[in-house]
């Protein structure tokens, strides 16, 4: 009884003896496994880091939209002042008194100190006294309300859109502030999305080459 159990303890404790074709397939299914839980891993990351790109991309593209809607906004404040100064020439032009032609001066030298870099406030409160000043152009010669009341126009608009470029938020700091965080999380991630690749690939060729062998051969005994 005793050798019996001997017996079938030797025979528990003996290596098992795989052949060729079970070595190969445990072998194909070792480094499949390993490729799924990579490719997993792999997968996540690669959104993480899309979505990080496209977030850069993004901010880069809004940064240039509102940089260009800036300077269009300026130019467009420049050139509507500038439109109200060449009209108020004109103007002057059509009336040759001295006491218009002063007061006009007046109004132009202001003109001048407002198409400077004021802050919005500041610009709003020089527009106010130029277009008072205007009015009072009206006093000095009939039949030049219209036109008056055009250059006033002029002015209104290039104050609006000083206003307007001042609502936008440009600020570099912010910007800067927002890419540095994007780019610190694709550096964090991609050392580990490199490696990850590179395991993929390694086992995929591995497990191609092993796919590609033939599967009857002699026995080959492993310990399992």
């Not at 009884?1 to 079970?22: F, I, L």
Request: net charge negative; glycine share 4%.
């Amino acid at each position: 009884m005793n050798n019996d159990m001997a017996d079938q303890g030797a025979e528990n404790n003996a290596p098992h003896t795989y052949d060729r074709k079970e070595l190969i397939e445990a072998v194909v299914m070792k480094h499949k496994k390993y490729i799924d839980e990579y490719t997993t891993e792999f997968n996540e990351l690669g959104s993480k880091m899309k979505e990080l790109q496209e977030n850069i991309d993004s901010s880069n593209k809004n940064r240039t939209e509102v940089m260009e809607k800036i300077e269009i906004l300026a130019e467009k404040r420049q050139l509507f002042y500038h439109q109200a100064e060449k009209l108020l020439d004109e103007l002057a032009e059509s009336i040759s008194t001295e006491d218009f032609s002063r007061e006009k001066s007046h109004v132009m030298d202001k003109l001048a100190k407002v198409k400077g870099s004021l802050s919005p406030e500041e610009e709003q409160k020089h527009v106010e006294s130029i277009l008072q000043d205007i009015s009072a152009l009206g006093s000095k010669a009939t039949g030049i309300n219209d036109r008056l009341s055009t250059i006033r126009d002029r002015i209104k608009d290039a104050l609006g859109y000083k206003i307007e470029m001042s609502s936008i938020d440009s600020s570099e700091e912010k910007f800067n502030s927002n890419m540095s965080s994007y780019e610190e999380g694709i550096k964090e991630i991609e050392p580990r999305y490199k490696w990850l690749e590179n395991r993929i690939n390694s086992h995929k060729e591995a497990q191609g080459y092993w796919e590609k062998q033939p599967l009857t051969s002699d026995k080959q005994e492993v310990e399992a």
